[in-house]
Every structure is written in structure tokens, then in C-alpha cells.
């Protein structure tokens, strides 16, 4: 099976990222995040394993890639998880997008990737960090086994001093729980030469929000009404009806534009709140090992 697949999250039209490549060096992700999806199509989700055969299967799918589309890893699992400390697999899968003058985006809430600095200067990449709060105490519940914000800022902080392009996605926003915290988050990434933010509400599906309310159950009873009765269900997700997404989303591009960062929205069908050349970030991919 290719390991280097079409990113096409389930087809849904509302997905406006450029046409890009999906990859994951790894299946599941450690990180347990309570709001996250791949528990819905991923078996054993939360248990980490590396790919049987990963490099045998890269270069050979590295053959067919078309090269003048980017690469994203992860969207389905950290490509830093704590084994790729010493697996190195990430890392092994960068030299040979390197050497195959790929263009990359990596997708992490690790501070790991600091590690590959030299590896990312060598390619055309970006890389794009998750932050949904600055709050300790907060990110231990929605994020259990993810690095603690300040670790990331600080990676932020390492990558752009090296001139690696990082953008920030702030994603999900989960109203009631972390909204209050955007303008902080925002200045702060900006603070560590970030450039671009992608976010994105909460939309959970039946086994994401089971687990959201089993940890959050005073957010999930507010909630409740909000998605399940004025909201609306878009391909296995529930989503907060749109004045509450758009009031939202646009805080999130006002604060950015404060900051003079650009902005865009994640499938949530507001396009016109965009102000990035792309969505993703992936505009901010730098052209040094483009072929
Ligand atoms: S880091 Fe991403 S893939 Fe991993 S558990 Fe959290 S939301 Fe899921």
C-alpha cells in the first residue's frame, strides 16, 4: 500500500488546501489528544507504531510523487512522537524527500523536530505547530501526553532564528475552553517569528465527543445545545452553527492581523476570511531544495 497517499480528508469539498501529498512515518499518535479524530478510522489510535517497511515503501512511492507538491507530515499521527528519538525514521524519510527535492510540511506538537533543523534548511519546508492554549493546567486535560506549549513556542523560536518558515495552527477552538486564550496565543507565536495561522472549531465526532465529555462535562452540557441542535452534522462531524464559527474565526484574523500575521480558516466554509496565499501555511515554504 502507497505510504505516500493523496491528502483528501474523506473528500469533504469544504477542504481548500492546495493539492498536496499526505504522510505519516507513523500510524497512531501518543499524544491522546481528547478532541482528536484519527480515533474514528485508526485502530488502537493512541498506540503508537512505526510503518512496517517504511523506507523500502518511500522511495519506492517517491518514484510516482508528482514533485512540485508539497509533502504534509503528519495529519494523522505526530511525526515526532517520543520513539523517533531514537527510531530516526522522520528524519531518515527527510533526507530522502532532500534528496528527491521534495517540498515539506511537518505537522507537530513536538519539540523534537529542533532536532532535524539541518535537515529542514536542506529541503523547501515548513513547519507548522498546534497550539490550543498557553495554559499548563489546560493542555494537560486536552492534550495529555503532547509536549507542554512553552516547549513548542520555544522550538517555534529555535526553527525561525535558523530560518526555517513556521506557522501556527490554532486548532480546535473549542468555545468556552480555550477561546479566551486566542489573542494571547497569538501574540506569543508572533513573538517567536511566526508568520501565518490556520484554526479551526472543534468538530467532533461521536467518539471524539464521548471522550470530551467525559473530561470536560461542564463545556460539553453548554455545549450540547449548540451542536446537536442548532448546529449542523457535515460528513460524521457536528458543527457549531456559523455565527458562532464566524464570530469566531474572525477574532482569530482580527488578532492576526494585529500582530501582522495572515490568517485562514479550516473547513469551516469561510473562504472569505482568508488573507494567507494559502490556507495551510504551505505558501510559506521556502524554494531552497526545490528542483
Ligand atoms: S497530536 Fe494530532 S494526531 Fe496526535 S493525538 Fe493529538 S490530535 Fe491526534
Known sequence: MDVIREFDPWGDPLCTCPKKYGFNPYTGCPHRCIYCYITSYIPRAFECRAKKNLIIRVERDLKRVDKRRIISMSNSSDPYPPMEAKLKLTRAC????????????????????TRDIDMLLQLSSVVSFTITTLKRNLSRKLEPLAPPPKRRLKAMQKLSSADVPVSLRLDPIIPGLNDAGIDRIIEAVASVGAKHVTSSTFKPRPDGWHRFQRVFPETATKLTPLYFEQGKRHHNSWYLPREVRLELMKRIREACAAHGLTFAPCREGLQELTTGASCDGSHLISRKGSS
Not at 527527510?94 to 523536530?113: A, I, N, P, W, Y
Request: proline letters at 0%; a neutral charge.
Open 94 to 113: 527527510l533526507e530522502l524527500f532532500s534528496r528527491e527535492g521534495c517540498r515539506v510540511q511537518v505537522v507537530t506538537k513536538s519539540d523534537l523536530v
